[in-house]
């Protein structure tokens, strides 16, 4: 594929066998646009990064090829979408007729508000994001399950007794994630620290670099991070800093074998290949669609690094397990007058 500027569009199609036959949805269900008979199901992403970032983007990207491949669409990506730009590049794709646009982060929410009433036959999908209307839902992964895991992995291995959380920026996706670290390092170890920043850009290598190495001189030990194309970085900082990390979307064990444990494995091209096999059938709903450790395909660990303890690893599996089985599981509740949530054991 030739690469392309952001302001310009790149097309794919396979060629499909059958003609699309519409249809409209029950009247309990929200109305999925689908395309024309005889036309090509388009879909279309937004992307705030690069393709290329071995991270969140590149698994934004892989996911509407994958549904290409699964559903003979034509699909259209445009990368490093600004946050200026953003109801431009909507409204460009819409206006093109793609059947479902994949707003790529949380921080496209307030542009898919501004705009998706302007286009009712087009479904926007905001993927972290927290909204839901008539041609709008939203696809979450439940991050906090398993940053718990990776929060019991770090805490046992800590020996400053702190730990760190860094992030592109703060939004109800990145503080589940950064809520579900604290609970799981509190449940080895109560007294625990962990140092929150938000570095407010995903992709700024420096900006990433910078944030690392003071969170190591204020005494981290470990680093849990989400970032784009700043994520290996901050990974090989760590490294340098003899401290240990977790990768983060991919599994990223390889960009720093020395420091990173495991990772937080989110497989977004599945999950948006799922949404747009839903939109192609007709049968997508205008609501949140969270998909948690239930759906191993989609969030799990990653593969572990040799210096995690046999023992260390057994209670992440373990734990991993009881989530699974709703033997743990993620309350609402208060903390500090804020809402948030908290795990809950089931009494035997």
């Known amino acids: 594929m030739a690469v392309l500027n952001r302001r310009q569009f790149l097309y794919s199609s396979v060629a499909f066998s059958t003609s699309l036959l519409l249809k409209a949805c ?32 590149q698994s934004g990207y892989e996911g509407v090829n994958l ?39 949380g921080q496209f929410d307030a542009s898919v508000e501004q705009i998706a009433a302007q286009f009712p ?64 390092a509190k449940s080895v170890k109560p007294n625990i620290q962990i140092l929150p920043t938000f570095t407010g850009d995903w992709n700024d290598v420096a900006k990433g670099k910078e944030a690392t190495l003071a969170l190591i001189s204020a005494g981290a030990d470990v680093i849990y991070q989400w970032l784009d194309n700043s994520s290996p970085a901050v990974l090989q900082t760590a490294a340098d800093k003899g401290v240990y990390a977790f990768g983060n979307t991919k599994d990223q064990l390889e960009v720093a074998p020395k420091a990173v444990l495991t990772s937080a494995v989110k497989r977004m091209d599945l999950a948006i290949a799922y949404l747009a096999e839903l939109a192609k059938q007709k049968q997508l709903k205008g609501q949140i669609y969270t998909i948690g450790l239930e759906r191993p395909d989609i969030l799990n660990l990653g593969n572990f690094n040799e210096i995690v303890p046999a023992a260390v690893k057994q209670k992440a599996l373990n734990t991993k397990q009881e989530i699974v089985d709703k033997k743990i599981t993620f309350e609402s509740c208060k903390d500090g007058n804020k809402d948030t949530r908290c795990a809950k054991k089931a009494t035997v």
């Open 26 to 57: 029950s009247s309990n269900q929200t109305t999925t646009p689908t395309a024309a008979s005889g036309e090509k199901f388009k879909i279309a992403i937004a992307l705030p990064g690069t393709i290329t970032d071995k991270a969140w983007n």
């Open 67 to 105: 549904a290409k491949q699964k559903l003979g669409a034509e699909v259209n990506f445009v990368e490093k979408v600004a946050q200026a730009d953003q109801a431009e590049t909507l409204g460009d794709f819409a206006r093109r007729g793609y059947n479902i646009i994949f707003a790529h982060g």
């Open 121 to 184: 036959n087009t479904f926007f999908v905001c993927v972290n994001g927290n909204l839901k209307g008539e041609n709008i839902a939203a696809l979450r992964i439940d991050h906090l399950q398993v940053s718990y895991l990776c929060g019991i992995i770090g805490a046992s291995l800590t020996k400053s007794n702190k730990m760190a959380y860094i992030a592109g920026e703060k939004f109800p996706a990145t503080e589940d994630e950064l809520r579900g670290f604290e609970l799981g």
